[in-house]
């Protein structure tokens, strides 16, 4: 029995008075809720107030983002060790607009995973397909090249660990949710391509997250789903009464 995860993920959106004052409502609107991880990724700049805000909560924190890099002349850039020292305990990597906007590739995905879970932090690991990629039929070959290149390298213990979030890039911000069946279908073959790829024991521990449209009107049904464990939310997220909803939708007794 997996732990649904639930992640919001603010992107460019709040200040870090915002990020504060959204801790304040949205952290006794699932003080009651202990059978979901529940993780709010805000812009770096709202991260340690943030961590500050959700202290003693069960709500965790976590980046949009982080450098594969230890330290060094990398203008810009935040390491998986600020993450760590900052309280932050998980990371967002590979998410759609990372590789579309910033060129991010299978293999710098995969070299940022390793580094976050070398330092302790929690990879959400971000796939997708276009919808050119869907319409051509080769949602499932984009997704094993994600996997498998994202991934490689791990051991069984660390990818059941770890938190995969299946994103079609044609569903993100775009209210045009994945239908069940749509995500059914492709959850079921992640599940399946890290069962070949790492074995039972990994794939079973794997929580495997969907993203694209979440509301609290859509996520119960698909909350529902076997193989879909969670939600990696944007728009719906920066609400803390909408997000809560969609927490609550994703409680194993709701679902
Ligand atoms: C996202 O950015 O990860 C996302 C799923 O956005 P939205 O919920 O707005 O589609």
Redesign the pocket.
């Known amino acids: 029995m997996r732990t649904p995860f639930v992640a919001a993920?603010w992107?460019m959106h709040k200040t870090v008075q915002e990020a504060i004052d959204y801790a304040r409502n949205f952290v006794p609107l699932v003080a009651s809720v202990s059978d979901v991880d529940i993780v709010l990724a805000p812009p770096f700049l709202a991260l340690p107030a943030l961590v500050e805000a959700t202290e003693g909560s069960r709500v965790g924190v976590a980046a949009q983002n982080v450098s594969a890099e230890p330290n060094g002349a990398f203008t810009g850039e935040v390491s998986v060790g600020m993450l760590g020292a900052a309280g932050v305990t998980q990371v967002?990597i590979g998410?759609?607009?990372r590789r579309q906007l910033y060129g991010e590739t299978d293999a710098g995905v995969n070299a940022k995973t390793r580094a976050a879970i070398d330092a302790g932090l929690t990879p959400i690991v971000?796939v997708g397909e276009t919808l050119d990629e869907r319409e051509a039929d080769r949602t499932f070959d984009v997704l094993d090249r994600q996997v498998g290149e994202g991934l490689a390298g791990l051991t069984p213990e660390q990818v059941a660990a770890l938190v995969v979030?299946y994103?079609p890039v044609w569903?993100?911000?775009?209210?045009r949710?994945a239908t069940p069946d749509q995500a059914d279908t492709v959850h079921r073959h992640i599940r399946e391509q890290l069962t070949s790829q790492f074995g039972d024991a990994a794939a079973s521990g794997c929580r495997v997250i969907y993203?694209?449209?979440?509301?609290p009107a859509n996520a119960m049904e698909l909350m529902a789903l076997a193989d879909v464990d969670g939600?990696?939310?944007?728009?719906?997220?920066l609400d803390p009464a909408s997000f809560a909803a969609i927490v609550t939708a994703s409680r194993p007794s709701t679902t």
């Open positions: 993920n992107k967002i998410h759609s607009e971000c979030a994103e569903a993100i911000g775009t209210g949710v993203g694209g449209s979440v509301k939600a990696l939310v944007g728009g719906a997220s």
